[in-house]
């Protein structure tokens, strides 16, 4: 009667681990992801626990897995899993997203990404985006036109006044609001009588720049800058 050699014995197994590099489908709340279990274990305990021989037995009939968490939001997480690059939800009219940033927080915790979870939490995001207020008064009567780059808006503001205007005593224009242009023609005109001044109505304008500066390097630093 021959020997087995039980080193070499398989044990039979009605469950397989899942395999890092295979495509993997998750039907997470209404939407359905394709990504691997090499992505989702990169720096998730709860995704490394569960991606195990165990999770063979929860396998939909269609071969996807069903987590009950909102869909959209980890759409969010799954980028951040994918790319290891911190979420910055920020609209230059609408400021900062912080209830999506609330529902990210909620779901790092419950995947157990700690990287993401505090990221979140101190508030760390506020720090990749900084925003610049710059104001310039100026009075013009005529069109004005300024070209900005995309992360710079523009407010402008504007207001009339009424200025006393120097008027030549020969009715020349060139000298109107300049009494130096005048010249011994015009001083002989003038004689003894006081300087005559037109109210010449103004605009008054006020330019406020807000120039919005995005540090993408914050976001994409190693877990050592932020953890």
């Known amino acids: 009667m021959s020997q087995v050699d039980k080193s070499t014995q398989t044990v039979p197994s009605s469950v397989s681990?899942?395999?890092?590099?295979?495509?993997?489908?998750?039907?997470?709340?209404?939407?359905?992801?394709v990504?691997?279990?090499?992505?989702?274990?990169?720096?998730?305990?709860?995704f490394s626990s569960l991606l195990s021989s165990r999770w063979g037995q929860q396998a939909q009939e269609d071969g996807s897995y069903f987590i009950d968490v909102d869909?959209?939001?980890?759409?969010?997480?799954?980028?951040?899993?994918?790319?290891?690059?911190?979420?910055v939800f920020y609209d230059m009219a609408?400021?900062?997203?912080?209830?999506?940033?609330?529902?990210?927080?909620?779901?790092?915790?419950?995947?157990?990404?700690?990287?993401?979870e505090k990221w979140i939490k101190d508030k760390t995001y506020l720090s990749a985006v900084e925003t610049k207020y710059t104001i310039v008064p100026s009075e013009t009567s005529s069109e004005?036109?300024?070209?900005?780059?995309?992360?710079?808006?523009?407010?402008?503001h504007f207001s009339w006044k009424t200025n006393k205007v120097y008027v030549c005593p020969r009715q020349i224009f060139i000298h109107r609001g300049?009494?130096?242009?005048?010249?011994?023609a015009?001083?002989?005109?003038?004689?003894?009588?006081?300087?005559?001044?037109?109210?010449?109505?103004?605009?008054?304008?006020?330019?406020?720049?807000?120039?919005?500066?995005?540090n993408q390097e914050i976001c994409m630093d190693g877990e050592e800058s932020v953890c």
Do not use: W
């Open 186 to 214: 015009c001083h002989n005109a003038q004689r003894d009588n006081p300087y005559e001044y037109a109210e010449e109505e103004v605009m008054r304008v006020i330019a406020i720049k807000k120039q919005t500066v995005f």
């Open 35 to 46: 990504t691997t279990a090499s992505t989702l274990k990169g720096e998730s305990s709860y």
């Open 94 to 116: 609408k400021g900062h997203n912080y209830a999506l940033y609330l529902a990210v927080l909620g779901q790092a915790k419950y995947f157990q990404i700690p990287r993401l």
């Open 144 to 156: 004005a036109t300024e070209i900005t780059s995309a992360n710079v808006d523009i407010t402008y």
């Open 178 to 184: 300049n009494p130096s242009a005048c010249g011994k």
């Open 17 to 33: 681990p899942v395999m890092a590099d295979v495509p993997l489908t998750l039907q997470v709340g209404e939407r359905r992801f």
């Open 71 to 87: 869909g959209d939001v980890f759409a969010h997480v799954l980028h951040y899993l994918r790319h290891g690059i911190l979420p």
